[in-house]
């Protein structure tokens, strides 16, 4: 019955921590929109660090269920929600790696496209998004996630210092190592991937 | 910075571009199992704070301490009532000489007169 205490319509563009409180008070609509709004980021993120789309979906599951069963007790003004479930995450891919390591087949990430032109226009960029995961999957593991955070998730070093439990200065010499890292890494395929230098 | 570094960063964020235009995606599927997810973690209804459990019999305690308190002050006034001697002078109800008798408490019965005779 308790699906049925839908109070009124949640605004879509409400902060997520007015979102997670409205859920708390029994509208579920609220905690479908914040679910469409993190999942996808937190998956892609999961992906990328785990390498592994079974574990991924693992991790972002047992993120959201968290967050739900502690929405009776968030307080507001305390914590962001984004940050908090990014926190979750990389707990728990940093749990999964240990136990998962060593492995190294790369994922097959798929792209989506609807004709053959999108095909051809999208192979060099798909092999681009390829070699990228397979070079990220070579770093050391908290380097591949503050590089992740930073540079595709395109959070800011003090937000990835909160998630990482890390001062700033560790954040910006894990992401310039792990930068240094994927340069040597890709610059040698660059030609093979259709890069110049020009 | 070299030409060189200029190139491999550019190169670097067209790989990091390609991995933003490329993310990996959930599955409707994965997404639709989210989403029962919270239907079965929703907050529960608070639960309402339950009544004390009452002893056993403690019905019956209730009415007897009541039926006893009332009864006991009715006949503390009924006492006062007939026999105010008692009450301005407890004395009387010490003095060894003194017997009080039910027919004292009971105006309309004289039994000490009757001895066994009917009243006219």
Known sequence: MQNQRKTRATPTEAPDEALL??????????????????APRLYAYAVRVLNDRAEAEDVVQETLIRLWKIAPDWRQGEARVFTWVYKVAAN?????LRKMRPQVEIGNIAAPADTIADVVALLTETQRSKALQSALDSLPDRQRQATVLRHID???????AAIMDLS???????????????KTSLMGRKKELGYTDD | MTDRKKSDDRALDQFFNAGKNHPPEPSAAFLARLSDDISANAPKERKQTQPIQSEPFGWFLRIFATV???GS???GVWIGFLSP?????PTLLLAPDTTIAFADFLPAANLSDTDGVPLP
């Open chain 1, 21 to 38: 409180v409205a859920f708390a008070n029994g509208d579920n609509e609220a905690a479908q929109i914040l679910l469409h709004r993190l």
């Open chain 1, 92 to 96: 728990l891919c940093t749990d999964r």
């Open chain 1, 154 to 160: 395109e959070l800011s070093n003090p937000e990835i």
């Open chain 1, 168 to 182: 700033v200065e560790a954040v910006e010499s894990l992401t310039a190592r792990g930068k240094r890292a994927l």
């Open chain 2, 68 to 70: 006893s308190l009332s």
């Open chain 2, 73 to 75: 002050a009715a006949l």
């Open chain 2, 85 to 89: 001697d008692l009450l301005t002078d």
